[in-house]
C-alpha cells in the first residue's frame, strides 16, 4: 500500500470525533498502583484536562494486561486502545487537538528534549527505588503489586515484575548505581527543570504543552505519595518554582474535585 | 604539574581518534577543555575484555562512564561550560537525554546488530584488534549486549522480536537527528561559537556514523543529507584533532541556507510520514480478536 494510501487510511480512523464514554485505565488506586504507574497516568490525564477532552477514570486490577504495550495507562476511543502518554499525543493530534502547534522547530526540539530527559530520569529514578531498593521492594511496592491476587499468584507476579525491572535497570547501566547517586540524579533533572522554568508559568511562556502534563504528573505524585522515608519529597521540595507550578496547575485544572488535597 | 590523567579507550580508524561513541565523548571533551591525557589505547591488550572503556586514570582514582569522567574534569577545573547560562546547562542535560533514547539505540542497532554490517565492519574490526584468543569473545559479547539493550528498553510486547522493533527505533533515530540538526541551525556548535560539552556528545554519537564505511546504512544515508551535521563534524576533526578529514564533496564550507533548510523540511515530512506508517503497522498487529477490527483492510 502506498504513503499516501496509508496517510489517507490513518486520516480516515482518526477523524472521528471525541466520544463521549472515553476512558482511561489504571490500577488500582488505593491498593496497587505505584509511584512510576501513578505519574505517567496523572500525566495522560493532565494533558486530556489541558486539550478540554473528557475522560473517565477506570481502575482495574488487570489494566497492565489489557494494555496493548503492557504499560498503563492506556486509553479506549471508540474502537481504537492506544497506551503511553507519547502514542496518546500523537493520536489526539490525529483528531485535531494538540497543545504544541504554535512551537516553532527549535522549540519542538527542546520540548521533546526535555520530556526525554524526564523519562530517561525521573521515571527510571522512580522504578529504580521502587523496585531495585530492598527496603522499598520489600515494604511497598511487592505488597501493593500482588495486592488484587490470592497466593501463590501474588508472589510470582511480584517477584516476576521485580525481576524484569532489574534486568532493564542493568541493561541501561543503572544497577551500579546506589540510593545516593539516584537522589542526587533526581535533584540535576529537578534543577534543569527547575532552571528551564524560571519564572515562566509554564514552561512554553503562556501556553501549557504535553511537557507541563508530563513534569506535573511526575512532580504532583513524587510529593504527594507516601514512601519508605521523605527524600524524593524533600529533593523535589527544595525548588520552589516547581513547587508553584505544580499548584498551579493543580489549582487550573483539578479544582473541581481536589481541592482539599494540600502538597 | 602533577603526572598527567591517562585514559583508556579503544583505538582510531576511519579519520577518527577512537571508534568507540563513549570515547570520543571523553576524547573530544578534552581537546574542547584543554586537558591533557595521555591516551592509552586498549587495542591487542586483555584489557578488551577486563576493562570498562573508556576509564580515565588519575593519581589513585579511576572514573568510568562518559558523565563521571566530563564531571571529574570538571572538577580538575577542565570546564568547556564556563560560559553558559543556566538555562543553557538544563537545556544540556535535556538534549543529552534526547541522544541516549532516541540515537543510541539505532546506533547500536546498525553497528552490533544489522546482520550485513556486524559481519562486514565491526567484527572484523573488533576482532583484528583484540589479542588471542579473546577475539573469539569480544565482538559476540558486546553485540549480544547491544541486542539486550534494545529490546529490554525499546521493544515492548507484542513488539518482542527486534524485526519489528527496527523501524520504530530507526524512525525515532531518524527524527532525533532532524530535531538536532533544527537546534544546531547555521551555527558552528551548539551554544554559539566555543564547543562545550553538548558539542562532545554529539560528536561522539554522529562522527563514526558518518566516518564508518558501512556496506548497509539507511542511518548514514539520512545523516548524510543533513549538511549542517556533517560540516559540524569535520570543523571538530580538522581544528581539534588535527586530522586530514577529506571534505564530503557535498559538504561545502560556505553554508548553504535555502537548500539546507529545504532538505530538512522534506526530511521532517519523511520521518512524519514514516511514524505514521509504523503506527499503522502497530495497529494491525495489535488488532486482536477482542478488539473490534478496523473498517478498512489494508490491501
Redesign the interface.
Given at each position: 500500500?502506498s504513503?499516501a494510501?496509508?496517510?489517507f487510511?490513518?486520516q480516515?480512523?482518526a477523524a472521528e470525533p471525541w466520544p463521549e464514554k472515553a476512558t482511561l485505565y489504571q490500577p488500582l488506586k488505593e491498593d496497587q498502583i505505584l509511584l512510576s504507574d501513578s505519574a505517567s497516568s496523572l500525566a495522560v490525564q493532565t494533558f486530556l484536562r489541558m486539550c478540554g477532552l473528557p475522560v473517565q477514570v477506570s481502575c482495574c486490577a488487570n489494566a497492565e494486561y489489557m494494555s496493548?504495550?503492557?504499560?498503563v495507562p492506556f486509553i479506549h476511543v471508540g474502537?481504537?486502545?492506544v497506551s503511553e502518554l507519547g502514542?496518546i499525543v500523537?493520536f489526539i493530534k490525529a483528531k485535531g487537538h494538540s497543545l504544541s502547534d504554535g512551537l516553532d522547530?527549535?522549540q519542538?526540539?527542546?520540548m521533546?528534549?526535555?520530556m526525554?530527559?524526564v523519562?530517561?530520569?525521573l521515571l527510571t529514578a522512580e522504578l529504580y527505588i521502587q523496585w531495585c531498593d530492598d527496603y522499598t521492594a520489600t515494604e511497598i511496592s511487592r505488597p501493593r503489586y500482588s495486592s488484587p491476587y490470592s497466593w501463590p499468584l501474588n508472589h510470582i507476579l511480584a517477584y516476576q515484575k521485580q525481576w524484569e525491572v532489574r534486568?532493564?535497570m542493568n541493561?541501561?547501566?543503572w544497577s551500579g548505581k546506589n540510593l545516593e547517586q539516584v537522589y542526587e540524579d533526581v535533584s540535576?533533572?529537578c534543577?534543569?527543570?527547575s532552571?528551564?522554568l524560571?519564572t515562566q508559568p509554564y514552561f512554553f511562556n503562556k501556553q501549557p504543552t504535553e511537557l507541563d502534563a508530563l513534569v506535573f504528573g511526575h512532580l504532583f505524585t513524587i510529593l504527594t505519595t507516601q514512601l519508605t522515608n521523605d527524600e524524593l519529597a524533600e529533593k523535589v521540595k527544595s525548588y520552589t518554582n516547581l513547587l508553584s507550578f505544580c499548584h498551579r496547575i493543580e489549582q487550573t485544572y483539578f479544582k473541581e474535585d481536589k481541592g482539599s488535597r494540600s502538597v | 604539574m602533577a603526572e598527567p590523567m591517562e585514559l583508556l579507550c579503544w583505538g582510531g580508524d576511519w579519520d577518527l581518534p577512537s571508534v568507540h561513541t563513549d570515547s570520543l565523548i571523553v576524547l573530544a571533551y578534552a581537546k574542547f577543555s584543554g586537558a591533557k591525557l595521555a591516551v592509552k589505547s586498549i587495542d591487542w591488550t586483555w584489557r578488551t575484555i577486563t576493562a570498562s572503556v573508556p576509564q580515565l586514570h588519575y593519581e589513585a582514582s579511576t572514573v568510568t562512564?562518559p558523565t563521571q569522567i566530563l564531571n571529574f574534569l570538571r572538577k580538575q577545573r577542565f570546564n568547556a561550560d564556563y560560559e553558559l547560562t543556566?538555562?543553557q546547562?538544563?537545556?544540556t542535560?535535556?538534549?543529552i537525554?534526547?541522544l541516549?533514547?532516541?540515537l543510541r539505540p539505532a546506533l547500536l542497532h546498525t553497528f552490533w546488530v544489522d546482520a550485513d554490517n556486524y559481519a562486514n565492519l565491526t567484527r572484523p574490526w573488533f576482532t583484528s584488534h583484540s589479542p588471542f584468543p579473546l577475539n573469539f569473545f569480544v565482538p559476540g559479547r558486546q553485540a549480544s549486549?547491544a541486542l539486550?539493550?534494545i529490546l529490554?528498553?525499546k521493544a515492548?510486547?507484542?513488539?518482542l522480536n527486534i524485526t519489528e522493533v527496527e523501524g520504530k527505533i530507526y524512525s525515532e533515530a531518524k527524527e532525533c537527528l532532524n530535531?538536532?540538526s533544527?537546534?544546531l541551525?547555521n551555527f558552528h556548535f551548539f551554544f554559539g561559537d566555543t564547543p562545550t560539552s553538548l558539542d562532545a556528545f554529539v560528536f561522539g554519537h554522529i562522527a563514526p556514523l558518518i566516518k564508518a564505511p558501512l556496506p548497509s546504512g539507511q542511518l548514514q544515508k539520512h545523516l548524510n543529507q543533513l549538511d549542517n551535521l556533517c560540516q559540524f563534524c569535520n570543523t571538530i576533526l580538522k581544528n581539534y584533532f588535527n586530522a586530514s578529514a577529506e571534505k564530503r564533496t557535498d559538504c561545502s564550507p560556505t553554508a548553504i541556507h535555502d537548500p539546507v533548510d529545504a532538505n530538512l523540511q522534506k526530511l521532517?515530512q519523511l520521518v512524519n510520514?514514516e511514524?505514521?506508517?509504523i503506527?499503522?503497522m502497530d495497529?494491525n498487529l495489535?488488532s486482536s480478536p477482542q478488539?473490534?477490527p478496523?473498517s478498512?483492510p489494508?490491501?
Open positions: 500500500m504513503l494510501a496509508e496517510a487510511v490513518s480516515i480512523a496493548p504495550s503492557g504499560k474502537n481504537q486502545v502514542p500523537q522547530d527549535v519542538r526540539a527542546e521533546k528534549a526535555y526525554e530527559l523519562n530517561n530520569m534486568r532493564k541493561a541501561i547501566g540535576q533533572c534543577q534543569a527543570l532552571q528551564r524560571g | 562512564e543556566a538555562k546547562g538544563a537545556d542535560m535535556a538534549y537525554a534526547l541516549e533514547e532516541k549486549l539486550s539493550r529490554l528498553t515492548e510486547s507484542p513488539l530535531l538536532l533544527h537546534r541551525g521532517t510520514k511514524s505514521n506508517l503506527e499503522k495497529d495489535r478488539h473490534r478496523n478498512t489494508p490491501s
